[in-house]
């Protein structure tokens, strides 16, 4: 079995509040950065995807940056996917 390298779209975790402490990042717990503001962080993006007239264009540009750092395969956060009912 060959494993290839996968970018998993949960590094943009903080993306849509800035990628700083004003934004929410880092706010709750300085110590655990990773754990301090996620929720705030996820809802963001939740709701920047959720509106399905633009989730197509987002989605589409979210993989065209992933390409372009040079993976061909993605891990898909669940906050950049849809509802099961009506992926495909």
Known sequence: MVLEPAFATSNFIARERGYSPAGGWRQD?????????????????RAAFAPVETYRARFGALLAEVREAGFEAVE???????????AG
């Open 29 to 45: 717990d300085p110590e655990h950065p990773f754990l301090g503001g996620w929720a705030e962080c996820a809802e963001a993006v």
């Open 76 to 86: 898909l956060w669940s906050g950049h996917g849809r509802s099961a009912r009506w």
